[in-house]
T-cell receptor, first 113, second 114 residues
Framework: GENVEQHPSTLSVQEGDSAVIKCTYSDSASNYFPWYKQELGKRPQLIIDIRSNVGEKKDQRIAVTLNKTAKHFSLHITETQPEDSAVYFCAANRAGSARQLTFGSGTQLTVLP | DTGVSQDPRHKITKRGQNVTFRCDPISEHNRLYWYRQTLGQGPEFLTYFQNEAQLEKSRLLSDRFSAERPKGSFSTLEIQRTEQGDSAMYLC????????????FGDGTRLSIL
């Protein structure tokens, strides 16, 4: 089955700096890669996603890049703000199932004011 | 609020009891998913419905777990003879049909087994 590894597990940055979170996946047939933000005690919220026919996608301060050859994808947050502090999860759909998502273990991002 | 709603938010029960959770998806979404999340981990897929049909089940879903979506709208997840290891957050998500679509999560039901 699919295996998704996420690094780092914790990340602290100064307000205004950039943050990068990286994920690798095992199955080359995976073709959908969403990112979720989860604040303490709240639901995971989809913040951006990318499909395998695209190498990069941006939405304001958030961008995701995908390298299909290396089987890794990254989340980039620029001009970080304290409200960006949360746990971020990457995910990939399981080969053979467009619907099952396999999640990484999460990155606790702390933006220091 | 037209998001995914789950009930109850918290459930505390004794080991061996049965529990049932409910999920109401976003109204126009025909796909519904159940995930389980333990502390410090990402959600783990349990099962998936397209309309009323349960199309995929994880090996995590033991015989004690059963899920239904009888009319293709709300869904229930039942756990029979609960065990300590069942303590987790149970998350429901929904999405539109057609290929890989964004899944939108509810707030979850936190289950604690005494």
């Amino acid at each position: 089955g699919e295996n998704v590894e996420q690094h780092p597990s914790t990340l602290s940055v100064q307000e205004g700096d950039s943050a990068v979170i990286k994920c690798t996946y095992s199955d080359s047939a995976s073709n959908y890669f969403p990112w979720y933000k989860q604040e303490l005690g709240k639901r995971p919220q989809l913040i951006i996603d990318i499909r395998s026919n695209v190498g990069e996608k941006k939405d304001q301060r958030i961008a995701v890049t995908l390298n299909k050859t290396a089987k890794h994808f990254s989340l980039h947050i620029t001009e970080t703000q304290p409200e960006d502090s949360a746990v971020y999860f990457c995910a990939a759909n399981r080969a053979g199932s467009a619907r099952q998502l396999t999640f990484g273990s999460g990155t606790q991002l702390t933006v220091l004011p | 609020d037209t998001g995914v709603s789950q009930d109850p938010r918290h459930k505390i029960t004794k080991r061996g009891q049965n529990v049932t959770f409910r999920c109401d998806p976003i109204s126009e979404h025909n796909r519904l998913y159940w995930y389980r999340q333990t502390l410090g981990q990402g959600p783990e897929f349990l099962t998936y419905f397209q309309n009323e049909a349960q199309l995929e089940k994880s090996r995590l879903l033991s015989d004690r777990f059963s899920a239904e979506r009888p009319k293709g709208s709300f869904s229930t997840l039942e756990i029979q003879r609960t065990e300590q290891g069942d303590s987790a957050m149970y998350l429901c998500a929904s999405s539109p049909g057609g290929g890989s679509q964004p899944q939108h999560f509810g707030d979850g039901t936190r289950l604690s087994i005494l």
